[in-house]
């Protein structure tokens, strides 16, 4: 069992940056690979960004690649999103969650724990 809590969301002008950062409860933290997911109103949740369970490995959504920076600390059990350079459209409610597998999915229904999101407004 994983639980998960986001924190740092807020407020930002366009071009700002904000850092997400995700705590986990757990002993198996490290053999999950941990996700961002967004939704944003009247739209369906959205892949972001995805770290492997050493943090050697990411993935990103085209729509992020460059802006966004996913890290995890497996000794703090946390995993963070920094995000850069942000957009009007990166509005939306960010979501943490952990994947029990080895493999990086972009795909929500592959993710077995989720935390409870966290708001990120962007203005123009």
């Known amino acids: 069992q994983v639980q998960l809590v986001e924190s740092g969301g807020g407020l930002v002008q366009a071009g700002g940056s904000l850092r997400l950062s995700c705590a986990a409860s757990?002993?198996?933290?490290?053999?999950?690979?941990m996700g961002w997911f967004r939704q944003a109103p009247g739209k369906e949740r959205e892949f972001v960004a995805a770290?492997?369970?050493?943090?050697?490995?990411?993935y990103y959504a085209d729509s992020v690649k460059g802006r966004f920076t996913v890290s995890r600390d497996n000794a703090k059990n946390t995993v963070s999103l920094q995000m850069t350079g942000l957009k009007p459209e990166d509005t939306a409610v960010y979501y943490c969650?952990?994947?029990?597998?080895?493999?990086?999915?972009?795909?929500?229904?592959?993710?077995?724990?989720w935390g409870q999101g966290t708001q990120v407004t962007v203005s123009s």
């Open positions: 770290v492997s369970w050493s943090g050697g490995s990411t």
């Open positions: 757990g002993r198996t933290f490290s053999r999950h690979v």
């Open positions: 969650a952990a994947e029990q597998d080895i493999a990086i999915s972009t795909t929500a229904r592959d993710y077995d724990y």
